[in-house]
């Protein structure tokens, strides 16, 4: 699934690719792909919007068009492409804008899962999924004195109290692995058994490893490319995601594989011991 990370990425790609370009019509081949409105209704209120601006909020992208946000959510799988109107289709190919200087934004997603709404301009904010998002994963936006707050009112294991977006926004399950390694943190750790040192470098190390990740354009695991078809590169970078068996970069004990809340989570079991506290 694309992470905050590669969903910046695709942002900015995006942002050098259709900013000010405008529709003239929208095509949509799979029609629960739409959440809202109804999907003749999306199609037609689109004609004629300009695209002014690419924001993002956590793992949502937004469209800032003339006078609607709208609002797209990637998914597992979910990817935008340029294109020429006579290549051809992709048989993933879902959503088509075409812009008035004949060129085409594709949507292609290999699952399905990926969602878009349209609401009214600078409304976007307000759309149920972002309501419930955490703060940004930077200084400004990202408090200590919160995050460690939030965490006390918590008993259930770290890993999936970060994954599930109300305490930081962005972090899926790569970035809670290596997020997690960097603090020396046992995934399983019930949120409010951690120590103010362990909950100030889990803090740092949240802010570092997603900072890192969007400056090397997000991580190439299968599919993801950002919307210039182009890889990242922060799969060099990781420690332990993906690294079953291999030796830890810091102490050199092989990397171990285990289910948390039904997810795929890597760690070092001699840096991240699970501790017993009262």
Known sequence: ?????????????????????????????????????????????????????????????????????????????????????????????????????????RYLDVRKFGRMTLVEKNQAGLYKGILALGPEPVPSQFKLSEFRSGLKKHHKAIKPLLLDQRLVTG?????????????????????????????????????????????????????YLNALGEAGTFQISLNVYGQTEKPCSRCGTPIKKIKVAQRGTHFCPKCQTLKVRN
């Open 1 to 105: 699934m694309p992470e905050l990370p590669e969903v910046e990425t695709v942002r900015k790609g995006l942002e050098k690719l259709v900013v000010g370009k405008t529709i003239k019509e929208v095509t949509v081949l799979w029609p629960r792909i739409i959440e809202t409105p109804e999907v003749d209704v999306f199609a037609q209120q689109l004609i004629g919007q300009t695209i002014e601006n690419m924001e993002r909020r956590g793992k949502f992208l937004i469209f800032k068009l003339t006078n609607y946000d709208l609002i797209s959510h990637l998914r597992m799988e979910g990817k935008y492409e340029t294109h020429d109107p006579q290549n051809d289709r992709n048989k993933h190919t879902h959503v088509i804008f075409t812009f008035t200087d004949e060129t085409e934004l």
């Open 171 to 223: 972090l899926g399950n790569i970035y809670v692995d290596e997020a997690l390694w960097e603090a020396k943190i046992h995934p399983e750790q019930p949120a409010d058994t951690l120590k103010a040192k362990e909950i100030e470098r889990l803090y740092h190390a949240i802010i570092d490893v997603l900072g890192r990740a969007v400056e090397a354009g997000g991580t190439t695991i299968r599919s």
